[in-house]
Each structure stands twice: as C-alpha cells, then as structure tokens.
C-alpha cells in the first residue's frame, strides 16, 4: 500500500472517531455514565493516533494528484492548511484522553482534565469537519455546486489561448 492508498483508505477514520467520540462523551456526561465516557476517551485517542499517518502521507497524495485535469492547486492549499490544525487539535485532545483515563485517581486534575477534553473534541471535531470538506472538494465537483475546479496550469493556459484569440482579431 502506498501513501495515497493510505491517505485514502485512512482519512475517514479521525473525522468519524472525533465525531463519534464528541457524541458519545457528551452523552455519557449527561447520564453520568462512566462506560461511556471512557469508551469516548478511547474513541478520541484512537482518532488522534490516526491522524497521523492520515496527515503525513497527504504530501504524496497530493503530488499524486495536483497535475490531475480539474484539480485546483487552491483547494488542495486550503485543506493542507486546516488538515495541519486538525491534525494538531486532535492529537492534543487524544493525549488529554488519554491522560484522563490514566488520572482517575487523582479526582482534581481529572475533573480539569474531563473538561480539557470536552472542549479540545469540540475544536477538534469541527476541524476534522472542514478538513474532510475542503479534501472533499478536491475530487468531488458535486460539492462545489457542480462546477469543476481548474488547476493553475488549466487556468493559465485557457487565459493564454483567451488573448492569444483576441490578438487575431
């Protein structure tokens, strides 16, 4: 399996587990049911920990996929961009998680850690909701009302060939 396929086959993996990490912890805190808010603790760690090989192997993907006709260079810049705070926003809460989990017995720092992590899974879910958006966007014209997206190179060129025919005028 190469960095693409990895990339592709990975990156629904922290959106869907930060989701349902943030869904499950906020139900377990309002039933106060501690299997569920250990389980969504588990939830957004395993998220944070597959972001990683999500994010670093993007590079090649998009190497892979920048000189693709109707690829734009500016899409691919725009998720690279909230994909890094993404992945950042969601290792932090994953380790918070974590450090929750392994803190039970100290009550004081785990009730600051549970709150730590409360809202570092809504930041992080919402990133992981824009990046998986603008990664969307890049291949999925539906998205952007139907239109197809042009790369630099397409764009350049037909503005060329554009006044290039007003010349011959």
């Given at each position: 399996m190469n960095s693409v396929q990895l990339h592709l086959a990975l990156t629904h993996v922290p959106v869907i587990l930060s989701l349902a990490g943030l869904i499950m912890l906020i139900i377990g805190l309002l039933k106060k049911n501690s299997v569920l808010i250990r389980t969504s603790y588990t939830m957004i760690a395993i998220a944070g920990i597959t972001a990683l090989p999500v994010y670093f192997s993007g590079e090649e993907a998009e190497e892979a996929v920048e000189h693709i006709?109707?690829?734009?260079?500016?899409?691919?810049?725009?998720?690279?961009?909230?994909?890094?705070?993404?992945?950042?926003?969601?290792?932090i809460a994953g380790l918070l998680a974590l450090a929750t989990i392994f803190s039970e017995k100290w009550i004081e720092i785990n009730k600051y850690l549970k709150t730590a992590v409360l809202f570092a899974a809504f930041v992080s879910a919402g990133l992981m909701v824009q990046t998986a958006h603008t990664g969307?966007?890049?291949?999925?014209?539906?998205?952007?009302?139907?239109?197809?997206?042009?790369?630099?190179?397409e764009r350049n060129a037909d503005t060329n060939a554009a006044g290039k025919e007003d010349d011959d005028d």
């Open positions: 006709a109707g690829i734009s260079e500016s899409l691919i810049e725009d998720h690279e961009e909230i994909a890094k705070f993404s992945m950042i926003s969601i290792v969307g966007q890049i291949r999925h014209t539906e998205i952007n009302g139907g239109t197809v997206a042009q790369n630099d190179s």
